[in-house]
């Protein structure tokens, strides 16, 4: 298991976070998403076949980018 805390510095609500888990707990392999809008950080677990780069990739597509 893989884990990774990003920085997203456009999170500016609780509602971020949870447009962000939903959208990476979509991909295959990930297995836990906690996301901290007062440090605007996700703490995201997975395992294969869901990859780091696939994870930045969504982040980017809904507008999240991590930094």
Known sequence: ????????PKIS????????TK???ELKGV?????NPQF???DVE???PA???QIRAT???INFPAA
Do not use: P
């Open 31 to 35: 297995c836990k998403v906690d996301g």
């Open 1 to 8: 298991m893989e884990h990774k805390t990003f920085s997203i």
């Open 13 to 20: 609500c609780g509602h971020c976070v949870m447009t962000i």
């Open 46 to 48: 997975w395992d294969l």
């Open 51 to 53: 990859t780091e780069a």
């Open 40 to 42: 605007k950080t996700v």
């Open 59 to 61: 982040l980017s597509e």
């Open 23 to 25: 959208e990476l707990r």
